[in-house]
């Protein structure tokens, strides 16, 4: 006869190994399920949705910037003396544009913006803890500075400037390049910018929740990094969309001739009505921009938008686009490419709100020009040397 420990030793590795086989088949099972799409993942659905970098297809997800559990500190505080340092006290030398400067802080390159405490107070800064963050293609809110009577916006800094400085030879005009510069954007560059930036306006305006009208999209306000990827600036300086009919200040305060005036859709300059329709206007008019080189009010306050209804509508249409498009470009340029721009323009501008395309229809028509542009071995377009420089070439250490 068997000891009594004897049993009980066989009972134990009897147990042992009834359970390591009931754990080997109920994982093999659940791994069948898992393979088969049976078990939705709820918490991997909701983590790609916050690590979808860029949207490019129409989507009825939304994410709720209320309800995220993935908020993110990104907006930093800085001294002055912080900022003071990174500019060099501000030098002349470091000045991009206006009250903009090209700081270096921590050995990162920053675009630091003078302004005012009642600006910083209208920023929503809840909107910069997820969208800035996974999207690319909007400019990123490093940080503020706050402190007496002084006030900071510290941004990513975009090293190729304003889209506005490439299209309309702004270039030419800043101290840190010569006055001959002949920098320009082939036409792979303008197709593949306009995608980034419809790319942005999607996310906006179908994937947050609720939506978000930019309310200020223009080409002064689109920005280019290193390699030319193009990112919309002054995210999160209004409200997310909301109804009414008051005309906005600052549609008061453009006069016809201003450039500005030739971004605003005809319902924003008559009865105020602001939509992601009056952001796709806008849109529509830096397509025409990028297509022709003109801005958005020409000589004698006519609108470039108003320009193109009457070339597409023309009997020789062809004709005359090809007359209209930007000389920079030469002949290089697909000329079938650019009467789908034209015409996707032509659409984007209607006076009709109901009539304009949403921003996902705007990026399946441009994804589908970009897939088909010519590979950078076969583009034979030539740009200057000085078109791979930075707006600001002094580095501070």
Not at 43 to 53: A, G, I, M, Q
Not at 76 to 101: P, Q, R
Not at 140 to 164: I, R
Request: with cysteine; hydrophobic share 40%; aromatic share 8%.
């Amino acid at each position: 006869m068997w000891e009594p420990r004897v049993y009980i030793t066989l009972s134990v590795l009897a147990f042992i190994i009834f359970v390591a086989l009931a754990a080997s088949t109920t994982y093999l099972i659940l791994k069948r399920i898992l393979h088969q799409g049976s078990l939705p993942n709820k918490s991997v659905d909701l983590e790609l949705r916050h690590l979808s970098l860029s949207v490019r297809t129409l989507s009825e997800n939304k994410i709720s910037f209320e309800s995220s559990s993935h908020k993110l500190t990104v907006v930093e505080t800085f001294t002055e003396d912080e900022l003071t340092t990174a500019t060099a006290n501000f030098s002349s030398t470091n000045l991009i544009d206006e009250n903009v400067y090209h700081g270096r802080h921590k050995g990162k390159n920053l675009a630091i913006k003078r302004t005012n405490h009642h600006t910083i107070s209208k920023i929503k800064f809840d909107l910069f803890h997820d969208a800035t963050y996974f999207h690319p293609n909007i400019l990123k809110l490093l940080g503020t500075c706050k402190e007496s009577d002084s006030a900071f916006l510290v941004f990513e800094y975009a090293k190729n400037g304003s889209l506005k400085d490439w299209i309309h030879g702004g270039l030419a005009m800043k101290s840190h390049f010569i006055a001959s510069c002949q920098c320009f954007l082939t036409w792979n560059q303008r197709a593949r910018i306009c995608l980034d930036v419809a790319t942005a306006l999607q996310y906006m305006h179908q994937i947050m929740s609720p939506s978000y009208v930019h309310r200020n999209i223009k080409s002064r306000n689109i920005f280019l990094d290193e390699e030319f990827n193009a990112k919309i600036g002054n995210f999160g300086m209004e409200d997310c969309v909301k109804d009414g009919n008051d005309i906005p200040e600052e549609v008061n305060k453009v006069n016809t001739i201003s450039w500005d005036n030739g971004y605003f859709a005809p319902e924003l300059k008559s009865s105020g009505t602001i939509s992601t329709s009056t952001d796709i206007y806008a849109f529509g008019v830096v397509l025409l921009e990028m297509l022709s080189g003109k801005p958005p009010v020409e000589e004698g306050g006519v609108l470039l938008c108003e320009k193109i209804k009457f070339l597409l509508e023309s009997s020789d249409a062809g004709a005359k686009l090809r007359e209209w498009m930007d000389n920079v470009l030469g002949e290089d340029y697909s000329f079938d490419a650019a009467i789908v721009l034209a015409n996707l323009a032509r659409s984007c501008v209607e006076d009709d709100p109901c009539l304009r395309p949403n921003a996902g229809e705007v990026v399946q028509k441009l994804s589908k020009l970009v897939v088909d542009l010519p590979g950078e071995e076969e583009e034979q377009f030539t740009v200057s040397e000085s078109s791979s420089k930075p707006l600001v070439e002094q580095s501070l250490h």
